[in-house]
C-alpha cells in the first residue's frame, strides 16, 4: 500500500509539473518587435487550400486572429472582421482568421462546423485549422479572439483587443486595433501597443 501510495504520489507531481510547464508555454506571449513565429508552418483553410504565413502577409503587414465558431466573445467581435479585412487590404495587409480549439475538434470546433461557420458569417479572409494548437503556442495566444499585428518587417506591433466595446460596436470609445493600423501605416507610434485581451481560453489537449 505504501509502495501504491508512493507511486501515486509520483504520478501526480509529474501531472503537475507537465501541466504547468505547458501553461507557462502557452502563456509566453510574442512580444512587441519580435519576428512573426512559425512562418513556413503550413495550415488547411476551409476552401482545402494550404497557407502559411509567410504567404498570408503582405507588403505593409500581417493581422492574425485567434477565433474559433461558438465562444459568445468571438461572436460579440465577429461582426468588425470583415470590415478589419477591408481596411486590411486597403493597406496591403494580409489578415487570416486561426483556429486553435483542437479540444473541441471533433464538435464545435470542426473543420465542417468552420465551414459552416465561414459561410453564415460571409467571412472574407481565410480560416485556417491550427493542429494541435501549434501556432498559439508558438504566439503564447490564449484566448478567442486574440488580435496580433505585424508590420512591414514581420514584427509585433499590437496585441489584444479589437476594440473596448464587444457587445456594441457603435458604442466603441477605443478602436485599438484600427487605430494601430493606422498608426502603424503613417509611420506613428502605437499607443498602446499592448490590451489585455478578453475572450473564452483557447482550448488545448495535452
Known amino acids: 500500500m505504501q509502495l501504491l501510495n508512493t507511486a501515486m504520489k509520483a504520478f501526480l507531481l509529474a501531472l503537475v509539473m507537465t501541466i504547468t510547464t505547458w501553461n507557462a508555454n502557452a502563456q509566453e506571449q510574442v512580444q512587441i518587435g519580435d519576428m512573426i513565429p512559425m512562418m513556413s508552418y503550413k495550415m488547411t483553410d476551409i476552401s482545402g487550400q494550404q497557407f502559411n504565413l509567410r504567404e498570408l502577409n503582405k507588403d505593409n503587414g500581417l493581422l492574425v486572429i485567434f477565433s474559433c465558431n461558438t465562444c459568445p466573445f468571438v461572436i460579440q467581435w465577429e461582426n468588425r472582421y470583415n470590415e478589419l479585412y477591408d481596411l486590411c487590404e486597403a493597406n496591403n495587409i494580409g489578415m487570416v482568421l486561426v483556429n486553435s480549439n483542437e479540444a473541441k475538434r471533433d464538435a464545435d470546433d ?32 490564449t484566448t478567442t479572439p486574440h488580435i496580433f499585428l505585424f508590420n512591414r518587417d514581420a514584427k509585433l ?35 498602446p501597443e499592448v490590451t489585455k485581451s478578453i475572450g473564452c481560453s483557447i482550448k488545448r489537449v495535452l
Open 110 to 141: 470542426s473543420f465542417e462546423n468552420m465551414k459552416a461557420k465561414s459561410e453564415k458569417e460571409e467571412y472574407k479572409m481565410p480560416y485556417v485549422v491550427d493542429e494541435k494548437h501549434q501556432l498559439a503556442d508558438a504566439f503564447g495566444a
Open 157 to 191: 506591433a499590437y496585441r489584444g483587443l479589437i476594440d473596448d466595446n464587444g457587445k456594441d460596436k457603435n458604442a466603441v470609445t477605443e478602436a485599438y486595433l484600427k487605430d494601430a493600423i493606422s498608426a502603424m501605416i503613417n509611420g506613428e507610434q502605437i499607443e
